[in-house]
């Protein structure tokens, strides 16, 4: 349960008044600026303080400095999430070996991997 009290008469609340202005309107409710209009431009000028650049024209550039360079994404690879594989033997990368082209999916067979530092094949890897 609550209570409210208008105009209380504890210590705080009288002291809090006493310290307002005497004006006649000491609180007054102003209603919010649109941020939405300050907030664009402020994204426009962000991106304006540098020159635009395309990936190709990177290739061209001789001089070092900055610019802007606004890619759009086409695909993104979810086929081993964000990690890597791992030999479980050395602990170091492993690579994926492609499935052979015309060759009979057999159920139950295990994806094989290339590590290069132990140089041979094997289907036991763990993520990083």
Same mark, same amino acid.
């Given at each position: *349960?609550?209570?409210?009290?208008?105009?209380?008469?504890?210590?705080?609340?009288?002291?809090?008044?006493?310290?307002?202005?005497?004006?006649? *309107?000491?609180?007054? $409710?102003?209603?919010?600026?649109? =941020?939405?209009?300050?907030?664009? *431009?402020?994204? /426009?000028?962000?991106?304006?303080? %540098?020159?635009?650049?395309?990936?190709?024209?990177?290739?061209?550039?001789?001089?070092?400095?900055? @610019?802007?360079? $606004?890619?759009?994404?086409? !695909?993104?690879?979810?086929?081993?999430?964000?990690? %890597?594989? @791992?030999?479980? &033997?050395?602990? =170091?990368?492993?690579?994926? $070996?492609?499935?052979?082209?015309?060759? $009979?999916? !057999? &159920?139950?067979? /295990?994806?094989?991997?290339?590590?290069?530092? @132990? !140089?041979?094949?094997?289907? /036991?890897?763990?993520?990083?």
């Amino acid at each position: *349960m609550s209570l409210l009290e208008i105009n209380a008469t504890y210590p705080a609340v009288l002291e809090f008044v006493a310290n307002l202005p005497p004006d006649a *309107m000491p609180l007054a $409710i102003q209603e919010a600026k649109p =941020k939405h209009g300050n907030q664009l *431009m402020k994204k /426009k000028e962000y991106y304006d303080r %540098f020159p635009r650049k395309t990936i190709s024209g990177l290739f061209c550039f001789s001089e070092i400095g900055k @610019c802007n360079i $606004i890619v759009t994404i086409m !695909k993104i690879d979810t086929d081993y999430s964000w990690y %890597f594989f @791992c030999c479980l &033997k050395c602990h =170091k990368t492993a690579y994926k $070996i492609p499935k052979v082209e015309n060759e $009979i999916a !057999k &159920k139950g067979k /295990k994806e094989m991997f290339w590590c290069p530092t @132990c !140089k041979e094949d094997t289907p /036991k890897v763990v993520p990083r």
